[in-house]
């Protein structure tokens, strides 16, 4: 049995279930309050339409250190291209509604109305950012997640046309590393970041090193939208 929560208090990590790997807690809310506390511990809401809201936090824990992304050559080639414009925090909303698009092989999403409304509202406090891909004036490819202290937590990603999405996951890494941030929570293990070069942590590890990097770290704000737009890929 898992907890139903009725204040933004997470039970200890160890408490999660190991089938389903990491369910930890249900209940409450979506509200800055609640995604802030869960984030500091590590804890992210994931659940579909018609379910409680449900609290994870499995073990190992996916990250990427944005120094250590792995850009293939044929990714570099398309970088130094600069086949997309780059932007930040112009469109999150949409970024938010193409990664809730359905997809090949995958029913439904969870990424619902409910979860676009919340994520918004963390956009609009400075705590939410979008990475996204642009090509003739439309929106191709992106990501979004949750920046606090010098942690990014990564939530999805999209892509329209080939090698958009990592496009942004290589533009969010070198912005990161530039501000000094500790790490990228992938959250669960996929081949294609594994490619990327993110690597699995014991969640003990990863809850530790959350202690130390979201301590520190720049006030939350909407980010530049050219900030990432003149990076030197040779």
Same mark, same amino acid.
């Given at each position: 049995?898992?907890?139903?929560?009725?204040?933004?208090?997470?039970?200890?990590?160890?408490?999660?279930?190991?089938?389903?790997?990491?369910?930890?807690?249900?209940?409450?809310?979506?509200?800055?309050?609640?995604?802030?506390?869960?984030?500091?511990?590590?804890?992210?809401?994931?659940?579909?339409?018609?379910?409680?809201?449900?609290?994870?936090?499995?073990?190992?824990?996916? *990250?990427?250190?944005?120094?250590?992304?792995?850009?293939?050559?044929?990714?570099?080639?398309?970088?130094?291209?600069?086949?997309?414009? *780059?932007?930040?925090?112009?469109?999150?909303?949409?970024?938010?509604?193409?990664?809730?698009?359905?997809?090949?092989?995958?029913?439904?999403?969870?990424?619902?109305?409910?979860?676009?409304?919340?994520?918004?509202?963390?956009?609009?406090?400075?705590?939410?950012?979008?990475?996204?891909?642009?090509?003739?004036?439309?929106?191709?490819?992106?990501?979004?997640?949750?920046?606090?202290?010098? *942690?990014?937590?990564?939530?999805?990603?999209?892509?329209?046309?080939?090698?958009?999405?990592?496009?942004?996951?290589?533009?969010?890494?070198?912005?990161?590393?530039?501000?000094?941030?500790?790490?990228?929570?992938?959250?669960?293990?996929?081949?294609?970041?594994?490619?990327?070069?993110?690597?699995?942590?014991?969640?003990? *590890?990863?809850?530790?090193?959350?202690?130390?990097?979201?301590?520190?770290?720049?006030?939350?704000?909407?980010?530049?939208?050219?900030?990432?737009?003149?990076?030197?890929?040779?």
């Amino acid at each position: 049995m898992i907890p139903w929560l009725d204040a933004p208090t997470f039970p200890p990590l160890e408490r999660a279930l190991a089938e389903p790997n990491g369910l930890l807690a249900a209940g409450g809310a979506l509200s800055p309050e609640w995604l802030l506390a869960a984030y500091r511990r590590g804890v992210f809401p994931w659940f579909s339409a018609g379910e409680p809201i449900l609290w994870w936090s499995p073990d190992p824990r996916l *990250v990427l250190i944005p120094e250590r992304v792995h850009i293939s050559h044929s990714l570099r080639k398309v970088l130094r291209r600069r086949r997309f414009e *780059v932007r930040l925090d112009t469109a999150f909303a949409a970024v938010m509604q193409a990664c809730a698009a359905p997809r090949a092989n995958a029913s439904g999403t969870w990424i619902t109305a409910e979860m676009q409304a919340a994520y918004l509202h963390m956009h609009e406090l400075g705590y939410a950012h979008s990475v996204e891909c642009w090509r003739d004036g439309r929106l191709v490819g992106g990501l979004y997640g949750i920046a606090l202290g010098r *942690v990014f937590y990564g939530e999805s990603m999209f892509a329209h046309e080939t090698d958009a999405s990592k496009v942004a996951l290589a533009h969010l890494c070198r912005l990161l590393g530039l501000r000094a941030y500790g790490m990228i929570d992938c959250q669960m293990t996929t081949p294609h970041l594994l490619s990327m070069g993110a690597c699995e942590l014991p969640r003990k *590890v990863f809850s530790a090193a959350l202690e130390r990097w979201t301590a520190e770290g720049p006030s939350p704000q909407r980010w530049a939208a050219d900030a990432a737009s003149a990076f030197d890929w040779t």
